[in-house]
């Protein structure tokens, strides 16, 4: 939970208490202090956050960015305004679960938390299975940042930590979904972690890694991308 009102995180305190679902909760009233939490490789399930706080910007800033980080996590916003954001929230790049205005009604807030629980639980994410020397790792694509091929090797990249695999570049990009493209011959791109492309580099979030583009490809993994944007915020 994250909210810079006390109270607020009282309540939602004293609610997850309650909930024998919720296995473990952390409780933060200053937005920084969760960002560099999530920075050093730490990602929940489901985060609650508040979307006016007085540093300037807002949760829903926030949410795009845990988004760039760890897709998979669910989001509920809390908001004493819900007239003024309530089109805010749906236009960004989120794992939206659930939107509840202030005062929040306890049973609105079990019931959206269980549902939230409940919906973790079972949702089916997507996974690649690589083999290794030392045996098999299975990966959600959704932490794949960008996939390189290096040698006669490959090099994937994720959230947490740079896997080399010993299997033909060809061969793993028939594997990935249309979320990834080919920007260079040695390198494929997950669009979900895209922050900027611009003078043939590809530049995502969560890393300083620069990514090339080849200029044979440039045109047709821009249009991809845009494609893509333009779908998800449909």
């Known amino acids: 939970m994250c909210d810079d009102e006390e109270n607020a995180l009282r309540q939602v305190r004293s609610v997850i208490n309650k909930l024998s679902v919720v296995d473990e909760a952390e409780y933060y009233s200053d937005m920084d202090a969760f960002m560099e939490r999530i920075n ?3 990602y929940y399930d489901i985060v609650m956050m508040d979307i006016d706080w007085n540093s300037g910007r807002t949760g829903i800033d926030c949410a795009s960015q ?3 980080l760890a897709p998979e996590t669910k989001l509920i916003f809390f908001t004493g ?3 003024r954001y309530i089109e805010a929230v749906f236009m960004k790049r ?6 509840l205005a202030k005062p929040v009604k306890q049973q609105a807030l079990e019931r959206l938390i269980l549902k939230a629980v409940s919906d973790v639980r079972t949702s089916g994410e997507a996974s690649m299975t690589i083999k290794q020397k030392g045996g098999t790792v299975t990966l959600p694509l959704a932490h794949i940042r960008y996939i390189e091929s290096r ?3 490959v090099i994937i990249h994720t959230i947490r930590e740079n896997i080399e695999v010993y299997k033909a570049f060809s061969e793993i990009i028939k594997e990935m979904p249309p979320n990834y493209c080919i920007c260079h ?3 494929m791109v997950n669009f979900d972690f895209v922050r900027r ?3 043939g580099e590809v530049l995502l979030e969560g890393i300083n890694d620069v990514i090339p583009v080849s200029k044979i490809r440039k045109k047709a993994f821009e249009q991809a991308y845009f ?3 333009g779908d998800t915020l449909k």
Do not use: A, F, K, M
């Not at 989120?94 to 939107?99: A, H, R």
């Open 66 to 68: 845990l988004y760039r």
């Open 40 to 42: 050093t490789g730490i």
């Open 227 to 229: 494609d893509y944007v």
């Open 197 to 199: 492309i611009e003078r």
């Open 151 to 153: 040698g006669h090797n």
């Open 94 to 99: 989120t794992n939206i679960e659930g939107y």
């Open 81 to 83: 305004y819900s007239q």
């Open 185 to 187: 011959r040695s390198y």
